[in-house]
């Protein structure tokens, strides 16, 4: 081999090193949950609103950003430095409240992951089989992380592969693009974007990130890898979520009701009307990638940092945070496997998470912004201006947007269901 290529081979040998955490972030955030809006976003705005997604992602990398300094410099959990700062009850609120978000979420991911099975085989036991095998993957590996980022690894490959091949089969089945499709979209606010820039922009996903970086080993000379790896965790974000959005405009836009969108299962069987088997094969292969992984790291994230809120530990090798996870992982599947016997949606869980989201979001985000703003944890790695301009904007979106939803959904819900 020539001096060349071998230099070429250990530059991306370097590169691979530099990526890791970030790419099991865009996996959580990529799941069901985030496919059924950015389809709906995509039907019934076209590719209008192409730049939330955009401004959605940012934020997301900033914080992402924030949760790899606050991990790589500091050396500690997060909910170890939140009680040493301010003290150990802000700490387990954080922790509480992610784990109900987690595990709503996870129910979400439960029947994405049934969806997906079911298109292709009638298997009454798919939720309670794949819940076993992650929570043998939770105990069966010596090195948690480096086998959870391998896995993840090859998911964001298939997403990849799948929405894009899909989007491919979605523009040669259209007629050219109608102006109107860009120009002519409706720029009205609805649920449907807010899930997506919920879905999206994920403070819980973001805070994990200084989990992460920790279990990868990266301490503060790791500082630029860890920068690399958040763009490109951002990156692929934004292309899958695109990709899904672009899919829907191109293919549902004008042509199918928003209420035919009810779930991932329609919108795939929406795309088998299009153009085929096809093209709901594919969508099925990057719907399964989605929620298998979100369905893997998003329980990690709730047990891991309920563990580690109530000071019980936060490294893959301690017990509590690993039970911990399987709670989270027995509620969502107990939660899911309730709706596809009964069909009906379990409204009060999702009353409390969305609770727990008003709550849990904007305090996770006010923390990780400012304990990487402090001097006496972060040195001169502390934030500058911009980082301050771009985290103080997201921190207010996330403020704009739990009061719509504690407005609009919580206390609605909740005088149904105590009145």
Known sequence: MTENGQNDRSGSSRWLRSIGPGLVTACVVIGPGSILTSSKVGATHGYAMTWVIVASVIFMMVYMTLGMKLGVVTGESAGDLVARTVGRPLAALIGVGVFFIAATFQFGNNLGVDSAVKAYFDWEWTVLAFNAIAIAFLFLFQDLYKALERLMSVFVGLMLVAFAVNLVFALMNRAPVDPALVSGASGQIDISLLGMVGTTFSVPAAYYQSYLVRFKGWGVDEMRRGLTDARVGSTVMALITLMIMANAATVFFGRVDIKQLASVGDVAAQLEAAFGPKGRALFCIGLFSAAYSSFLVNSMIGGFMLADGFGLGSKPTDLWPRLLTVAVLLTGMGVAM?????????????????????????LMAGALWWLTSRKDLMGDHANGLVTHLLAGSGFLLLLAIAGWVAVNKVLPGLQNLFG
């Open 338 to 362: 309730y709706v596809i016997k009964s069909g009906q949606q379990p409204v009060n869980a999702i009353v409390f998470a969305q609770a727990a989201t008003v709550i849990a979001s904007p």
